[in-house]
Nanobody, 123 residues
Framework: QLRLVESGGGLVQPGGSLTLSCVAS????????ITWFRQAPGKEREGVAC????????DYLERGGGRIIISRDNAKDTVNLQMHRLKPEDSGKYYC????????????????WGQGTQVTVSS
């Protein structure tokens, strides 16, 4: 089981940028895929982007139009989510989650979750 801690959320104006970080710890971390999910008020949680920790391959689960970049820093056991040209509809609570093996956009396949970090895009 992994422990995941998110940070980096906040209030940002439309068109701005934000980088979220997920620090992961636990056995077998390199064999996991870590996904960022977003949950907007009144909506279901949806996958944003995923990365496989060992190989660094990525899977963008929503059409971000190139505005979103997921990356990992294995030296720091951290997965980052860079978000650019933010829109109000990007607002929500962002969670990172981990599962062994490959990426998936199905939240039911993830057992390990962080507590989330709030992102609000508003002028």
């Amino acid at each position: 089981q992994l422990r995941l801690v998110e940070s980096g959320g906040g209030l940002v104006q439309p068109g701005g940028s934000l980088t979220l970080s997920c620090v992961a710890s636990g056995p077998g971390l390199r064999d996991y895929a870590i996904t960022w999910f977003r949950q907007a008020p009144g909506k279901e949680r949806e996958g944003v982007a995923c990365i496989r920790v060992r190989v660094g391959s990525t899977d963008y689960l929503e059409r971000g139009g190139g505005r979103i970049i997921i990356s990992r820093d294995n030296a720091k056991d951290t997965v980052n989510l860079q978000m650019h040209r933010l829109k109000p509809e990007d607002s929500g609570k962002y969670y990172c989650a981990a599962r062994p093996g490959y990426c998936s956009g199905d939240e039911t396949e993830y057992d390990d979750w962080g507590q989330g970090t709030q992102v609000t895009v508003s002028s």
